[in-house]
């Protein structure tokens, strides 16, 4: 006789999150569609209260492991450090897209509906361990995605550019899902941590090695490495500035989390398959994602190639997984995606606050002589350029440090040395920016550009609270945060 | 009895008919189409492996991936529309704003 599984409370804690941004989805829609309550304003109160009611709830996600729904849901460290990271990042990018050109379009009961909705998707996807749940949240997050790309602004650009997100992605996907298929096949169990599991007495099986090289070809289309990159400069350029900064910064904690549940157990049973692979993409991510970014005029389009080239050394450390002793490994991952979020939210909030609906893509050369006019923007922008350089005394340098530690304790001299070089082509244009900031005189008028509003903006205090921590992660908190993710990491290792 | 490996060989092929077809064809409702055909290839590897595990978790996984193909036409031809509304074509050859 089969029963039902007793629902406990600790269910529904887990689950609060997630529950939460989907009812206040449905709210929105019914919203939009109504006759008194389709106005921005009651839009904003119920996204605002939708947002932070989530993340009160994921705050109090349990800390210690436990799986729902026969492993549709986890609760746990990760899960909760990802869950809270994509919500404060959703929060962030709605004080910025409130006081952006775009924000009136934003604010509408179908878009900030779908927003919430494919929050709600990615939630699902950092604290899943089945494969079946794992697939919906990826496609909730990404068709939300492209919807959102092609609709807040619909202009030729931004619908170029959504389709052929729309096109990679979906390919993405189905590679995704067909290695899925072929490890579910080989192992009889849909979820993760059996896959995982399963592996060892498998690993050398034909079908296997296919199944585990598509997997992995599928989270590096997700992830925008080189050569599965080319949808990400054009989505970046393409979208609106604010869902540009949330594509950038949540895709990849939500892809990397799914990683991490993946590669720390399995990377180094299947590494004659995922280890050369992996490499390649590194190496390549790194090599053309800086060369690329050095040639670009358009300012969305050079931070695109500079996150290709960030998630490089991030696959850096994940090649550094091959080995046992996985601990070191995963905290430089967990601390260079934490670094990566806090500059890409900061520099994009520097172009958020320079944009005017006349000129939406600004160039390079439009910062020229920006110390002048807006001093403190200069600053920030120069501690982020600083940063995504690797230059102390900034996190860039210290995730830098951690990630290239952990690489040297495994060997990988070869892959370190590129990863240097690289760092090295990337100062030339991370400086070039900061120059034409400081010394350069204004190429054109600043009338294109938004003048100060002197008065508080949210914008400016995303900017303020990322400047700060990225230099306090730069000088004194390094330690303090990493003794904080071992936990976390022991946690991963585990499975 | 047919070895469930000849499933996998029949799904891979259709699935590359698909990756041809995304990357080849220069119609939008192709290329949809191709994202189907991908889509539906791993179904036929789920219900074989299902089939031949025993187990029914394969052939949920198909009715989700169904759905989830379903939600991504629907997007997929509304951009189509909106693209075909402003160009008034569907060829692929026209979106080259965003290069480099």
Redesign the interface.
Known sequence: MFSFPEITSSFYYTAAPVLILVAGSMVALLQGVSQGFASRRSIEVTAWLTIFAAIVAAAVIPGEQAEFLAGGLLSGNLARTGQFAILAIAACVMMMMREHHTGASFFRGEVASIFLMLVSGMLVMVSSDDLVTLFVGLELASIGLYVILGYVQPNRRSQEGAIKYFILGSVAAAILLFGFALLYAATGTMRLSGIVAALPSIANHGWVRLGALLTLVGLGFKLALVPFHMWAPDAYESAPTGITAFMATTVKVMILTVALRLFSGAFSTMSEVWYPAMLILAVLSMVVGNIMALVQTNLKRMLAYSSIAHSGYMAVAICALSTTATGLPIRAILFYLLTYVLVSLGAFAVVMSLETAENDQLTIDDLSGLAKKRPWLALSMTVFMFSFGGMPPTAGFIGKFFVFNAALTNHLYGLVFIGIIGSAISLFYYLRLVVRMYMAEPVAPFGALKPASGGFTLTAAVLAIAVVTTVLLGTILPGEVMERLVDTATEVARK | MIP??NY?IL?SLV?LC??AG?MFRRN?IM?LMS?EL??N??NI??V??SR??A?V??Q??VL??IT?AA??AA??LA??I??YR?YGTVNTEF?R??R?
């Open positions: 469930v490996e996998f799904s699935f698909g990756l995304v939008l290329v994202i991908m889509l290839a791993v590897i789920f074989a492996a031949h595990l187990q978790d394969g949920i996984m989700f991936v989830v939600c991504e997007v997929g951009m189509v909106a693209l402003r979106l704003l965003l480099g």
